[in-house]
């Protein structure tokens, strides 16, 4: 069995924390996650979500407060002998259907998309690694007519810089992150919108504490 709790907080004075619990039941696994206000508000089904997981094939999640499933299906074909990852993900409650594609052409290029079916929300975005440290990734946003950016850079083996922009809001965004299986995981961001005539960023950081039973 494997569980983890995860801490945050940011310059907005707000605190929150959420916790997963996972085993193996043969082929499938189960998992319950708790979300903020769950921990935060002491006992309470807000935010509790059961699952049921087949790796690589399905998941069905089930939101405890709100009564509503969401289901996950995942598939892999082959396109001119180039593996696309396809996941169709529907949500019961708010009748929202989305398909998630994404094109391997090597192993430093890859071309995905995200379409929420009856609107134009449609994005697509193309990655490209870098002598496996250095990723570029541009995206379009159909819906609003514009590009988002994102570089990350790996240094120090664990430990991962990222900046991203997003040309509709003039959001920028700067994000360090390590990943250790010996000490957590843990994430310091901060963002500025570059249209404010104040410029105040805004800071968090969360933590991650992954323990197996």
Excluded at 101 to 123: H, I, P, Q, R, W
Excluded at 135 to 155: H, I, L, M, R
Aim: hydrophobic residues 35%; positive net charge.
């Amino acid at each position: 069995m494997k569980a983890s709790l995860k801490g945050k907080y940011d310059t907005a004075n707000t605190t929150g924390a959420a916790a997963t619990i996972a085993f193996n039941a043969g082929d499938v696994k189960l998992r319950a996650s708790m979300t903020d206000a769950t921990v935060a508000k002491g006992p309470s089904l807000n935010g509790l979500v059961l699952a049921v997981e087949k790796p690589g094939f399905f998941i069905v999640d089930y939101n405890v407060p709100k009564k509503d499933f969401r289901f996950q299906f995942m598939n892999t074909v082959k396109v001119a002998d180039k593996p696309l990852k396809l996941t169709y993900i529907h949500s019961r409650g708010d009748n929202r259907t989305i398909l998630d594609g994404a094109l391997v052409l090597d192993s430093c290029n890859k071309l995905s998309a995200n379409y929420l079916f009856g609107t134009e929300n449609c994005k697509l975005k193309y990655t490209y690694v870098h002598e496996g440290l250095t990723t570029f990734e541009p995206c379009y946003d159909w819906a609003k007519n514009s590009w988002d950016f994102s570089v990350s850079q790996k240094v120090y083996g664990d430990d991962v810089l990222r900046a991203t922009y997003q040309t509709s809001s003039k959001n920028l965004g700067l994000e360090w992150s390590r990943n250790s299986k010996f000490n957590g995981n843990f994430k310091v961001a901060a963002s500025v919108n570059m249209g404010e005539e104040k410029k105040v960023p805004k800071l968090s950081a969360e933590s991650t504490w992954n323990i197996e039973m």
